[in-house]
Every structure is written in C-alpha cells, then in structure tokens.
C-alpha cells in the first residue's frame, strides 16, 4: 500500500506528538509523501467570556501550536508538511479532514481508556474509526496498562472449548 499523504491529528498534549514520531518513519520510505498536521479547536462554554472571543482565542492558539509543531519537525528534516486547524469537536473534524484532504492513512495516539474513563471520556479513536474507511495506525501511550483481551484468560486455562 502507498502512503502519499499521511494524517496526524493533535490536541496539543505529548500522547498526541506521540504519533509524530510513528509518522516520521513512514515518510521515510516515502520522499514524495506529505504530512498533514491537525488540530481540531472548539471553545469551552463554561468560561463565562464572549463565545465569539472564546472561538478566536483557541483557534490563534491551536495555530501558534502548529507552528511550533512544524518548525521543530522542519529542524528535524521533514519539509513536505501542512498544517491546519479546523473548528469543531475532535473526531468529526479528523473524519472530515481526512476526507478533504483524500489521505492514505490516518496515524493517531489513543489513551489506551477502558471502563469507566472511557465511558465519562469517549473515545475519540473509536469514533474516527467508525467515520471512515481511511486506513487508522493507533500509536498506544506507552504508559497506559496492557490487558488481555476479553476472554484470553479462558482460553490460557483451557475452560474455552471450541467446535469445529
């Protein structure tokens, strides 16, 4: 499969620059590749300011992020690169970018949530993955818990039987 255009969504924490690095390396095998930066903006209700104040403040600041963002990746060799903030919440607006943007492969970090925290926090990952058919590497926190699969506990002890 080729990748000409490569999708990183960010939201400004280190577990979503987690991807870039995941990102560098697939460009390496693809010199014409572009790497599409984004970062979705959407103002907080609950501050008390002017909503329309609040929307200007947090997209100037995604893009003051993004700059950052490439500027270091530039230093580090990676020129073919975009960068964009679109306003709204996190995975429609990955979703619809990638659509835009027709790229090959989206490469995002997952907190790697289950139970509760998931259910209070949503998924976002799950989400852009049931909104396309774009090809999604998920790049896990290397701190978050590994567990086993549902049911792989069973099957070790052999109380699963299967039928053929």
Do not use: C
């Not at 993004?66 to 709204?88: F, M």
């Not at 925290?117 to 993955?129: K, N």
């Amino acid at each position: 499969m080729r990748f000409d255009t490569i999708l990183v969504p960010l939201d400004g924490s280190e577990l979503a620059e987690g991807a870039l690095e995941t990102a560098v390396d697939f460009l390496k095998g693809h010199s014409t590749a572009q790497l599409v930066l984004l970062r979705a903006a959407e103002a907080s209700t609950l501050t008390g300011r002017d909503r329309t104040e609040e929307q200007v403040r947090v997209v100037r600041e995604a893009e003051g992020y993004l700059d950052a963002v490439v500027a270091r990746l530039r230093e580090n060799g990676v020129t073919n690169l975009k960068a964009s903030v679109w306003y709204g919440p996190a995975a429609s607006t990955i979703v619809e970018a990638a659509e835009r943007d027709k790229v090959d492969l989206i490469i995002m970090s997952s907190h790697g949530r289950s139970g509760f925290g998931r259910l209070i926090f949503g998924s976002v990952a799950e989400s852009v993955l049931r909104g396309t058919r774009i090809p999604i590497l998920l790049v896990r926190d290397t701190g978050a818990p590994v567990s086993p699969p549902l049911g792989a506990a069973a099957l070790r002890s052999g109380r699963v039987t299967t039928h053929v």
